[in-house]
């Protein structure tokens, strides 16, 4: 490849010229080799990229402040580019000297510039290079002759009238746009007057350039050996004065070995500066013979002197055939053949993937539906490359499991209240984890546990942890009829409440009310109540029935006020008499309905026609009395005092021996469990359950049997004379039973009332120890556990049923009494 332009030959010219404008030469001479030729035209600005002088160095175009600190550029803070910030003049080559004495300036300009035709602003197609030889003397003598000499000829100069010389002579300027590069560009090689280019001598240049575009030096290159600047004429000492200092020298150096241009000097170019090639590094054929791999599908080639490389036989190996949108390209028949294609699909949806042989993979941004994965927007589109939504404002989940009722806001999730993380146990601190929630931290309390049988209760794991069992205060029990009276359907607005005889009859009907107030029971459970009245002694004041005892829920009548239009609703029947004979002793038992110190009150009627008439508190003798009996201890186990006492009628006690105060049996475990919920625990229910199916209490249809773990100790070498396991029916609906269960001792007493279910409940295997008739709602069952326990140590019970008539106890963690046991011991 050759030149863009080029000179057919290189002499030196010695011209004669015109008078060049604005000054009177007298036959200048001038001295240059004209320039080699230019490279190809950039695209980007529209001048060549550089111009090659007769000795082959090519100089590029000026375009940075390195190479020309005064580039018209016009915004020196932004990156050239064109047309929009490009100078209107910039140097291949220039070179400036001066000479200064008195008030003479002589300034010499030898440069070789790109430009516009308009002089004026950057347009394509307007682009021109001259060549340009300009001198300017300010200060001289009017009229003057001056000779100038320079590196590229001499001039002879006239000043005009005030002593001025300004010589300017360029090539022809031709736009490229209309007549085409290679006349606008082409040119100024032979008409320039600049030729070949000149080089910094002393000091030698920065790297890259030919000469400091701000410091002097001394120059060579003058094809006349004129490396200099002189003036002679009129006004200047001796006739005249002479410098061989540039003060700016532009050019930077373009390497064109290596761009596929054969330019001056090379004998070859293959576009590259690589040795084995058949062109060396400096762009000189490689010998003959010499092997080459120019084609890597070919193996065995050699040069052939003249830059080829030939001969040689095809491979098969990998290559690369140039084409970005093949892959494994491998040698065939000499060639390079593409593989297949690479996978351009770059999993965005918003982008249509293609190939581009140059580039290789394309993703071009589309504008097709999407899906952002973001549920806080709706419509979403691609643009731009991306999957973009509109913002909603639907329900959301934040990822924080700190909030709740999030909601979109501003297309992003935003977190709603914290969760309510009161789980209602005093046992644990409440707070709230991002990633799982709410926590529950055990603490250390103190606390209830709701079991009246321990003090100092605390939290230990997340429950509240009973302490030890309360001083249980001697009884000391009375019960005591503070009301009664008689009321008559016969005489429905007569008061009866000072009459010394209490009636029960069918007809005319009559019926007796009492109240009874119990105090000094504490916390001992009631063992026994019974209200005991005597049949009066006037004739007629026995019967065959001595009548039916019901409980009273609504104690607020007086016994001076009530009648029968206002006497209260009675409840069910407690208890039954017979028939009874004059002035015999008669006892209700009504410890069902008396559950510890408090008023309560009751009525008598009967089915029979034969009345029954009582002794009143009025009466002088047989008043009625009330028999009441409390267990030694409050239901937690141990009795705390040695005795207690039962106030019976008026006047009159009892007293019960108990254990020793050593001997302790306590219930330190109850559960139960249920077939239908095989892997249910209920440990910390507060009733304990018995049934054999379907039971009656509502929501359980599964068998249910009930476990306790009793601990005895303080017996010692004492004989156990007594065992009664107490359990209370539980004040609840449908508690009462027609069998309160059979108890059996069992032998596995490894469970855990926190722990265990139907599934993992240990076999009744013991025989049974006893089995309750009907129980009531609030009655103290008694199970009579003996036989089972001989002494001190730990004992295991089961409780079931052959009835579906489910029976429900207290259980320890619920309403008092508690589950209890009763010893007693000799000697």
């Not at 003058?222 to 020298?249: A, E, K, R, Y």
């Not at 002694?537 to 026995?542: F, I, L, P, Q």
């Amino acid at each position: 490849m050759t030149l863009t332009g080029r000179i057919l030959g290189i002499a030196t010219v010695l011209l004669h010229l015109a008078a060049p404008t604005l000054a009177h030469a007298a036959a200048p001479t001038t001295c240059f080799t004209p320039l080699f030729g230019f490279g190809p035209v950039n695209p980007a600005h529209g001048f060549p990229e550089y111009y090659q002088d007769s000795n082959g160095l090519a100089l590029q175009a000026c375009l940075d402040l390195a190479c020309d600190p005064a580039l018209g550029i016009p915004d020196p803070t932004r990156p050239v580019s064109f047309p929009d910030n490009f100078p209107v003049e910039f140097f291949y080559s220039r070179a400036i000297s001066t000479i200064t004495v008195g008030t003479i300036k002589a300034v010499l300009n030898d440069q070789f510039e790109g430009s516009f035709a308009n002089g004026a602003v950057a347009l394509p197609g307007d682009q021109v290079v001259f060549g340009r030889v300009r001198v300017r003397i300010f200060g001289g003598t009017p009229g003057g002759t001056y000779t100038v000499t320079h590196p590229y000829g001499v001039e002879v100069l006239q000043a005009d009238a005030v002593g001025t010389v300004n010589f300017t002579q360029d090539s022809a300027r031709i736009p490229a746009g209309p007549a085409g590069p290679a006349l606008a560009f082409g040119t100024p090689l032979t008409t320039g007057r600049v030729g070949p280019f000149l080089t910094a001598l002393a000091p030698p240049p920065p790297p890259g350039f030919v000469g400091n575009p701000a410091a002097p030096q001394t120059v060579t290159g003058s094809p006349c050996g004129q490396n200099i600047f002189s003036i002679q004429g009129p006004g200047l000492p001796g006739g005249g004065l002479q410098t061989d200092q540039f003060t700016v020298l532009i050019g930077k150096i373009a390497h064109v070995c290596g761009n596929g241009i054969v330019d001056l000097g090379e004998q070859c170019d293959d576009g590259n500066l690589v040795a084995g090639d058949c062109c060396s590094p400096t762009c000189q054929f490689e010998p003959a013979g010499q092997a080459c791999a120019n084609n890597p599908c070919i193996s065995g080639s050699t040069c052939d002197g003249a830059a080829a490389c030939v001969g040689g036989t095809p491979n098969t190996l990998p290559c690369n055939d140039g084409s970005a949108c093949t892959t494994a390209d491998t040698c065939a028949g000499g060639v390079c053949v593409g593989g297949p294609p690479p996978n351009c699909v770059d999993g965005n949806v918003c982008t249509t993937d293609t190939c581009d042989p140059v580039t290789g993979c394309v993703n071009t941004p589309n504008t097709l539906p999407c899906d952002d994965l973001n549920p806080c927007t709706s419509g979403d589109t691609c643009a731009a490359g991306a999957c973009v939504g509109t913002p909603n404002t639907q329900g959301c989940d934040d990822g924080n499991a700190c909030t709740t009722a999030d909601r979109c806001a501003g297309g992003a999730c935003v977190g709603g209240p914290p969760p309510d993380c009161d789980d209602g146990n005093g046992c644990t601190s409440e707070s709230c984890d991002p990633a799982t929630g709410c926590v529950h931290t055990p603490n250390s309390s103190p606390c209830d546990d709701s079991d009246d049988c321990t003090t100092a209760d605390t939290c230990a794991g997340g429950t509240c942890v009973g302490g030890p069992p309360p001083i249980c205060p001697p009884a000391a029990p009375v019960a005591t009829v503070i009301a009664d009276a008689l009321v008559n359907a016969g005489s429905p607005t007569t008061n009866s409440g000072a009459s010394k005889v209490l009636t029960a009859d069918a007809s005319p009907i009559k019926r007796t009310f009492l109240r009874i107030n119990v105090t000094g029971v504490g916390q001992h459970p009631v063992h026994s109540v019974k209200l005991h009245l005597q049949v009066a002694s006037a004739t007629g004041s026995n019967s065959n029935s001595g009548g039916q005892m019901h409980a009273v829920s609504d104690c607020s009548w007086g016994e001076k006020t009530i009648t029968w239009k206002n006497q209260p609703a009675m409840g069910p029947v407690l208890s039954t008499v017979g028939k009874c004979g004059l002035k015999q002793g008669v006892d209700f038992d009504v410890t069902s309905a008396i559950h510890g110190d408090g008023v309560y009150c009751f009525a008598i009627d009967s089915t029979s026609t034969d009345n029954v008439n009582y002794n009143s508190r009025e009466a002088t003798t047989g008043k009625p009395s009330v028999a009441l009996e409390v267990e030694p201890d409050c239901g937690c186990g141990p009795a705390q005092v040695q005795t207690t006492t039962t106030t019976l009628a008026p006047g009159a006690t009892t007293t019960t021996t108990l254990a020793p105060a050593g001997a302790v049996g306590t219930v330190v475990a109850d559960t139960y469990v249920q077939s239908d919920l095989p892997t249910t625990n209920f440990g910390t229910k507060p009733q304990i359950f018995v049934d054999n199916g379907t039971a009656s209490n509502p929501g359980t249809t599964g068998v249910q049997h009930t476990f306790l773990r009793v601990s005895v100790s303080g017996v010692g070498a004492s004989h156990v004379t007594g065992a009664h396991l107490k359990l209370q029916v539980a004040n609840v609906t449908n508690s009462g039973s027609v069998t309160g269960g059979t108890i059996h001792a069992i032998t596995n007493c490894s469970w855990n009332e926190q722990t265990m279910t139907w599934n993992t409940a240990p076999a009744i295997d013991g025989p049974a120890l006893a089995t309750l008739g009907a129980v009531a709602t609030g009655q103290i069952a008694d199970f009579d556990v003996t036989p089972a326990i001989p002494g001190d140590g730990v004992y295991c019970f089961a409780i079931d049923t052959t009835s579906t008539d489910s029976a429900i106890y207290n259980s320890r963690e619920g309403s008092l009494p508690h589950p209890a046991v009763l010893l007693t011991v000799a000697p």
